[in-house]
């Protein structure tokens, strides 16, 4: 039903820019908050930005004047504008969707940063 799938990752160099893409499908995602978390392996899940219903916009301090997340609700999609990528950046990034109950995620899309 309601399905969320990232895009956009890959490999890039230290320095260099990523915009990765959540598309919504299932139900609109306009209403509800998203927000975007990353995974490296061996290491806990974590947040790394958010996004309001009203676009207020919210970011982990170590990624805060790098990355921007934004969304185009008539696209039903949020992204993520990774700029100034670091090594310590690399990890399996993930999209959230604030449903009510349980929330909504996606399969994740890989980012490695690296020469």
């Known amino acids: 039903q309601v399905q969320l799938v990232e895009s956009g990752g890959g490999l890039v160099q230290p320095g260099g820019s990523l915009r990765l893409s959540c598309a919504v499908s299932?139900?609109?995602?306009?209403?509800?908050?998203m927000a975007w978390y990353r995974q490296a392996p061996g290491k806990q899940r974590e947040w790394v930005a958010s996004?309001?219903?009203?676009?207020?916009?919210n970011y982990a301090d170590s990624v805060k004047g790098r990355f921007t997340i934004s969304r185009d609700n008539a696209k039903n999609t949020a992204y993520l504008q990774m700029h100034s990528l670091k090594p310590e950046d690399t990890a399996v990034y993930y999209c959230?969707?604030?449903?009510?109950?349980?929330?909504?995620w996606g399969q994740g899309t890989q980012v490695t940063v690296s020469s």
């Open positions: 299932g139900t609109a995602a306009s209403i509800y908050g």
């Open positions: 959230n969707l604030a449903l009510p109950f349980r929330g909504a």
């Open positions: 996004i309001t219903s009203t676009s207020t916009t």
